[in-house]
């Protein structure tokens, strides 16, 4: 089956959560079926979304309180696909009193900003409605912290880190 969205994750090993690459992969089917494909969006069209969540220490210089997205989108039409990007800031969950929960929240959120912006005909008020749907039973369950074999943040499989 063409994998129509797909969600990016980056950071450096000290400035990301160690979270489980089946989270990540949870988020998009979850985002795939009760969204995208429930709304007839991006499923079936010539463009392939992918979304890079890169999460970051929040700086000095830092003019946003938890989460920015660049402006529009990088296309890569030999692929075609349509690549957009948001930040985190690591802060908001290394000082979390619960950082797994407050990880899997702000994914949550950064797909649901991503989606409702950029897809009008969807409303915040259905992704939030969507959120007693997540299995967090399941999301839990993952290793956590999860070893750097199980996270497979994207620049460790495409650059094969070994660290």
Not at 30 to 37: G, M, P, S, Y
Not at 145 to 154: L, M, N, V
């Amino acid at each position: 089956m063409e994998k129509y969205f797909e969600i990016l994750l980056l950071g450096e090993l000290n400035e990301r959560p160690p979270i489980s690459h089946l989270v990540k992969e949870y988020f998009e089917n979850f985002f795939l079926e009760k969204v995208l494909a429930e709304k007839g969006i991006i499923v079936g069209g010539k463009w392939k979304v992918s979304l890079a969540i890169h999460f970051q220490e929040k700086g000095p210089m830092a003019t946003f309180e938890d989460m920015a997205f660049a402006n529009g989108a990088r296309t890569i039409a030999s692929e075609s696909i349509k690549m957009y990007s948001a930040v985190i800031h690591y802060n908001l969950i290394k000082d979390a009193e619960k950082p797994y929960l407050q990880t899997i929240e702000l994914i949550y959120k950064v797909v649901k900003v991503f989606i409702t912006s950029t897809y009008k005909k969807v409303k915040p008020t259905f992704i939030d409605e969507l959120w007693n749907e997540i299995d967090l039973n399941y999301l839990f369950s993952l290793p956590y912290p999860a070893s750097i074999e199980e996270q497979r943040y994207f620049l460790d499989e495409v650059m094969g880190k070994q660290v």
